[in-house]
């Protein structure tokens, strides 16, 4: 399972350069830059957005041509703009800064990786998508601590500039180890015409705008965790270490998780982990409190841990094998929309009110929400044209 490890060890350093060190260096890139924190919320959203319209675009390559040019061309360009943008100042730090975050994540996020790992191990998906996912788990505790440690020894540029070098070198691994065999049983379906049936069925449809919701819920508290503990009187080294220890908690919500689904099936343990989430986000106001730091890190821990895999299986029991990468990628692109909108609104709240209070309110409510989207079970058959 070469080629399938490869593929996590790029999930563990392609969140951990821009999406998960963010919220490390976001007061940082606040004073250096001279920039408020809605204006970095918008750059970390205009990433977002890059990686999901990119997510779509990839997605497809991988249905019809196969990964290399995905991972051996596009991931590298982008890691490198993200390395050069610590060389920037102002407006052009804040472009090539989203520019190669956005690229990275359509290369390298879970909206392509998963599809890719089906294909790697097309006899169990199941258990590919968690092994991804687990890899995955080591991402925040091993990338947030070792960008404060950058950062606090040789300034923000240097935290920006190495692990970009290391998800340059993990692209190109990845290039080398993962090959696929594209279906060549006829012409595949027209970009537009896969993702049109997708949008067709309901299942599917309810699927997405929960999961965009859920985006809108997970991206503002990964973005905004670190700067509530500060705000709740922790320093930035201790929330560093506490955010790394809540993604280590990770592993707790995806190791077992191919037993849970056995016992508890997919969909329950969606609305569950939706609503757990919700909940979680409260404690964090509190995480001066010790106690309640512990409960943020065990309850968003194992929760965050399990949605990404829960959401790629439940997916795959909906879409067909051909055309997964494809359709992963519009509702990536859905999806990321949240991520996107989610950080920006609640920079601007926090602004505005000069509160840590109103980006938690943010989570709450759109991962309850969510949680009641996930719970609808409409009647109706989904399509034949993207059922299993």
Known sequence: ????????VLTVVAYGTWFYGFGVLFTDLSEFHGVSASTLGITFGIAQLISGIGAVATGRRLDVFGPRAVLGILGPVGAAIYFASSYATGSLFLAMYSLGGGLIGAAGFYSFTQPLSVRLASTDSTRAITRLTIWGAFSSPVMIPLTEVLRANYEWQTAVRMPAVLTMISFFVAASLC?????????PPALITSLRSALGDLRLGLFTIGAFLSSIAVSTLLVFQVPTMTAAGVSTATAALLASVRG???????????????????PRL???????????????????????A???????????GALSA??????????????????????????????????IFAGWLKTAFDSSIAPITIVFITACSAAIVFSIQPSEEPQSSIKN
């Open 310 to 343: 829960l959401d790629g299986v439940a997916a795959r029991g909906i879409v067909q094998p051909e055309v997964f990468g494809t359709v992963m990628g519009g509702i990536g692109l859905i999806t990321t929309l949240g991520g996107a909108l989610g950080p």
């Open 179 to 187: 090959h696929v065999e594209v279906a060549t049983t006829g012409k």
């Open 294 to 304: 512990i409960m943020y890190i065990v309850f968003a821990g194992i929760t965050i």
């Open 248 to 266: 280590l908690m990770q592993l707790a919500g995806r190791i077992p998780l191919v037993a849970a689904i056995d016992k508890f099936t997919a």
């Open 1 to 8: 399972m070469l080629p399938l490890n490869s593929l996590g």
């Open 270 to 292: 969606i609305v569950i982990s939706r609503f757990t989430l919700g909940i979680s986000a409260l404690f964090l106001l509190g995480s001066g409190n010790i106690t309640f």
